[in-house]
């Protein structure tokens, strides 16, 4: 939440099985071998939903369609 009280954006853990195809088929390619620890949906303020995956102590984040978008070092 801002200092108003609005909402910025909201995140809701889902299951790894949940995310959007494209997500786990990056992570497969980039990151074989490593175990994805947790997936998120967040939709901020304006509606836009973006996808987390938390692996390796970073967080990757993804668009809408699945589409890899950032790398956040945890």
Do not use: C, R, W
């Amino acid at each position: 939440m801002d200092g108003q009280g609005n909402i910025i954006e909201t995140e809701v853990e889902i299951e790894l099985t949940q995310l959007p195809k494209g997500v786990l088929d990056y992570v497969k390619t980039h990151y074989a071998g490593k175990q994805a620890k947790e997936g998120a949906k967040i939709t901020d303020a304006k509606g836009i939903v973006t996808y987390e995956v938390e692996i390796k102590g970073m967080d990757l984040i993804f668009d809408s369609n699945g589409k890899f978008i950032k790398e956040l070092k945890g």
